[in-house]
C-alpha cells in the first residue's frame, strides 16, 4: 500500500490499523535541538482522543504517546522519531456483522476491491483513527514554528454556523465546549443538534475554520507546489473531508475584480484579505484561512439496503461506538496538518534561501 507518507523535507510516515496491536509513526527532517514540550504534545492527543464527552465516539483509548527515538534529554537530535500509540479499548466484535457486508459510504468496498482483503474491524487502515499519528507530527511540527499560531474551530454542524467572522471570536474559547466552538451560543445550538441526531442513530456533518497567524511573507512555492494547494491536499486526506476553500473561496466568484481586489498599505499589508493571506501560491504575511467541509459519518445506526461479498442487496444496521458527528474530534487533525505544511515549507524556505 502507497500512500502512507506526507512532505518532502518535515515529512511523516503513519503505520496501524484501528484494532491493531498499535499506531504508530515515523517524523524524518525534524531539525535538531529542538526541546519538546511533552506535556503539549499529549495535550494534543487529549483533544483528538475518543470518549472525551457524550457527543463523541465512546471508545475509550488513553491515547499516550510513546517516543521511541530520536529524542535525547528532551531535545530532538536530527534523526527520525518514532512513535507508536497502543490500542487499548477495541472492541472488534463489534464489527462481526459486517464481515461480508459493505457499509454505504464507507471504504469498505473499494479497499476490498483494490487490494482483494480488507480488515473489516473498524474499517482498519481507513479508520479515522489513523489520525491519532498526524496529531502526534503535528504537535511537533508546532514547536518547530515557535511564534507562528494556529487555531482551528467548528465553524457549523448541519445547518447551524457561526455568523460574525473569525476576527469577531475569541480563540480562547475553542475549548470550552465540547463541539469547539469559540461562540458560545452557536455552540450551544450545535452540541444540542448533535444530541437529537445521536439519539435518531443518525450522522450531521459540518465544516472547521482554521486561522494561522504571524506567517512571514515567502512560504510556499510557486507552479505546483504553492501553499493554498498544499493546504488543500492536506485537508483533503483528512478522513470524511470533502470540501477545501481558502480566503473568499467559491464566494469570490460571485464577486467583481475590484470588490475582490486587496488594496495595498503602505507598508504592503493589505486593506482587506480576501486572498486569505496567499498570493501566488506564497504567503504574503497577512493571515491564512480556510475551511474545511466534513460529510456525515458514513456509520449510522439505522436499517440500510445495502451490498454483501457475495453480491447480494441485503439490510444492515450500524453497531459499536462511533462519532454521530466528527468536526469536534477533528479540530486539533486539521491544525496538525495546518502546521506540517507551514513546517515543511518553513524548511524548504531555509535552505532555498540560506536563512
Given at each position: 500500500m502507497?500512500?502512507?507518507s506526507y512532505?518532502t523535507?518535515?515529512?511523516i510516515t503513519?503505520?496501524?490499523?484501528s484494532?491493531?496491536?498499535?499506531?504508530g509513526?515515523?517524523?524524518?527532517?525534524?531539525?535538531a535541538?529542538?526541546?519538546?514540550?511533552?506535556?503539549a504534545?499529549?495535550?494534543?492527543?487529549q483533544?483528538?482522543?475518543?470518549?472525551?464527552?457524550?457527543?463523541v465516539s465512546q471508545?475509550?483509548e488513553?491515547?499516550?504517546?510513546q517516543?521511541?527515538?530520536?529524542i535525547?534529554?528532551?531535545?530532538?537530535?536530527g534523526?527520525p522519531i518514532?512513535f507508536?500509540?497502543?490500542?487499548?479499548?477495541?472492541?472488534?466484535?463489534?464489527?462481526s456483522h459486517?464481515k461480508?457486508?459493505?457499509?454505504?459510504?464507507?471504504?469498505?468496498?473499494?479497499?476490498?476491491?483494490?487490494?482483494?482483503?480488507?480488515d473489516?474491524?473498524?474499517?482498519?487502515?481507513?479508520?479515522?483513527?489513523?489520525?491519532a499519528?498526524?496529531?502526534?507530527?503535528g504537535?511537533?511540527?508546532?514547536?518547530?514554528?515557535?511564534?507562528?499560531k494556529?487555531?482551528?474551530?467548528v465553524?457549523?454542524?448541519?445547518?447551524i454556523?457561526?455568523?460574525k467572522?473569525?476576527?469577531?471570536?475569541?480563540?480562547?474559547?475553542?475549548?470550552s465546549?465540547?463541539v469547539?466552538?469559540?461562540?458560545?451560543?452557536?455552540?450551544?445550538?450545535?452540541e444540542a443538534h448533535i444530541?437529537?441526531?445521536?439519539?435518531?442513530?443518525?450522522?450531521?456533518?459540518?465544516t472547521?475554520?482554521?486561522v494561522?497567524?504571524?506567517?512571514?511573507?515567502?512560504?510556499?512555492?510557486?507552479?505546483?507546489?504553492?501553499?493554498?494547494?498544499?493546504?488543500?491536499k492536506?485537508m483533503?486526506?483528512?478522513n470524511?473531508?470533502h470540501?477545501?476553500?481558502?480566503?473568499?473561496?467559491?464566494?469570490?466568484?460571485r464577486?467583481k475584480?475590484?470588490?475582490?481586489?486587496?488594496?495595498f498599505?503602505?507598508?504592503?499589508?493589505?486593506q482587506?484579505n480576501?486572498?486569505?493571506?496567499?498570493?501566488?501560491?506564497?504567503?504574503?504575511?497577512?493571515d491564512?484561512?480556510?475551511?474545511?467541509a466534513f460529510k456525515?459519518?458514513?456509520?449510522i445506526?439505522q436499517a440500510q439496503q445495502?451490498?454483501d461479498?457475495?453480491?447480494?442487496?441485503?439490510?444492515?444496521?450500524g453497531k459499536?461506538?462511533?462519532?454521530?458527528?466528527?468536526?469536534?474530534?477533528?479540530?486539533?487533525?486539521?491544525e496538525a496538518?495546518a502546521?506540517m505544511?507551514?513546517?515543511?515549507f518553513?524548511?524548504?524556505?531555509?535552505?532555498?534561501?540560506?536563512?
Amino acid at each position: 500500500m502507497a500512500g502512507n507518507s506526507y512532505g518532502t523535507l518535515f515529512r511523516i510516515t503513519t503505520f496501524g490499523e484501528s484494532h491493531g496491536e498499535a499506531l504508530g509513526g515515523v517524523i524524518d527532517g525534524c531539525p535538531a535541538g529542538i526541546e519538546l514540550d511533552f506535556d503539549a504534545i499529549q495535550n494534543e492527543m487529549q483533544r483528538r482522543k475518543p470518549g472525551q464527552s457524550a457527543i463523541v465516539s465512546q471508545r475509550k483509548e488513553a491515547d499516550e504517546v510513546q517516543f521511541l527515538s530520536g529524542i535525547f534529554e528532551g531535545k530532538t537530535t536530527g534523526t527520525p522519531i518514532g512513535f507508536i500509540i497502543p490500542n487499548t479499548n477495541q472492541k472488534s466484535d463489534d464489527y462481526s456483522h459486517i464481515k461480508n457486508t459493505y457499509r454505504p459510504s464507507h471504504a469498505d468496498y473499494v479497499y476490498e476491491k483494490k487490494y482483494g482483503i480488507r480488515d473489516y474491524r473498524g474499517g482498519g487502515r481507513s479508520s479515522a483513527r489513523e489520525t491519532a499519528s498526524r496529531v502526534v507530527a503535528g504537535a511537533v511540527a508546532k514547536q518547530v514554528l515557535k511564534d507562528i499560531k494556529i487555531n482551528a474551530f467548528v465553524s457549523s454542524v448541519g445547518e447551524i454556523f457561526i455568523d460574525k467572522p473569525y476576527q469577531d471570536l475569541d480563540f480562547s474559547k475553542i475549548e470550552s465546549n465540547a463541539v469547539r466552538c469559540p461562540d458560545e451560543a452557536t455552540a450551544e445550538k450545535m452540541e444540542a443538534h448533535i444530541r437529537e441526531i445521536r439519539k435518531q442513530g443518525d450522522t450531521v456533518g459540518g465544516t472547521i475554520t482554521c486561522v494561522i497567524q504571524n506567517v512571514a511573507v515567502g512560504l510556499g512555492e510557486p507552479v505546483f507546489d504553492k501553499l493554498h494547494a498544499e493546504l488543500g491536499k492536506a485537508m483533503l486526506s483528512i478522513n470524511a473531508v470533502h470540501g477545501f476553500e481558502y480566503g473568499s473561496g467559491f464566494c469570490g466568484a460571485r464577486m467583481k475584480g475590484s470588490e475582490h481586489n486587496d488594496l495595498f498599505n503602505a507598508d504592503g499589508t493589505t486593506q482587506s484579505n480576501l486572498s486569505g493571506g496567499i498570493q501566488g501560491g506564497i504567503s504574503n504575511g497577512m493571515d491564512i484561512y480556510f475551511r474545511v467541509a466534513f460529510k456525515p459519518v458514513a456509520t449510522i445506526m439505522q436499517a440500510q439496503q445495502t451490498l454483501d461479498v457475495h453480491g447480494n442487496m441485503v439490510t444492515m444496521e450500524g453497531k459499536g461506538r462511533h462519532d454521530p458527528c466528527v468536526v469536534p474530534r477533528a479540530v486539533p487533525i486539521v491544525e496538525a496538518m495546518a502546521a506540517m505544511v507551514l513546517a515543511d515549507f518553513y524548511l524548504i524556505h531555509k535552505v532555498y534561501t540560506k536563512a
